[in-house]
């Protein structure tokens, strides 16, 4: 279990799924919705969640006034957590999307976003993350000025953000970094 840290549901307990999935700590958590309030107004924004597992980003945001957050998860067991999440908190505005990240970014999106998290499992190669980051921006998910953090390990290379991309700021917590860009 983990917990929504501040915002409508603040202090309510989440699932995460039992296995194949690295949850982000509360901590990390915390220190990156703190980088983030000082740097947007969540009210009224729309997210999206890559790599969702638990859905424990995507619902902070939620949670602290986004508007809607579409969360995409491969995994059938973790989409379903994510389900069950939702449901619990009577959280609206979240949507679960299953399938392939790599496959959901060349699609058109249902609304541009203001807020990307992407949390890959730690062997995606930053290569394939890269590639996810480019079709945000070939596809129409993300709006001008739009934001997106990455969470990456902390010993692995950093991002080569792709054109029209541009690496903004770095957070490193232990073992996790924390990779930000902003639609250039």
Do not use: C
Request: aromatic share 6%; net charge neutral.
């Amino acid at each position: 279990m983990t917990r929504i840290i501040a915002g409508a549901y603040g202090g309510r307990r989440i699932s995460v799924p039992a296995s194949g999935t690295r949850p982000t700590t509360d901590r990390v958590r915390e220190s990156l919705f703190n980088v983030l309030a000082a740097r947007l107004d969540f009210g009224g924004i729309a997210v999206l969640d890559l790599y969702a597992g638990s859905g424990a980003l995507g619902l902070e945001a939620l949670s602290r006034g986004a508007s809607s957050v579409l969360l995409v998860e491969s995994d059938r067991r973790a989409a379903g957590v994510i389900e069950a999440n939702i449901a619990a908190l009577g959280a609206k505005g979240a949507v679960v999307r299953r399938g392939p990240v790599e496959k959901v970014v060349q699609g058109n999106p249902t609304r541009p976003v203001d807020l990307v998290f992407a949390d890959p499992p730690y062997e995606v190669k930053a290569a394939a993350v890269e590639a996810v980051l480019a079709a945000l921006l070939a596809h129409g998910w993300v709006r001008p000025g739009a934001l997106a953090v990455i969470e990456r390990p902390a010993g692995g290379p950093a991002l080569a953000w792709p054109p029209g991309w541009e690496a903004d700021d770095e957070r490193r917590y232990g073992d996790t970094r924390l990779e930000f860009g902003v639609i250039a």
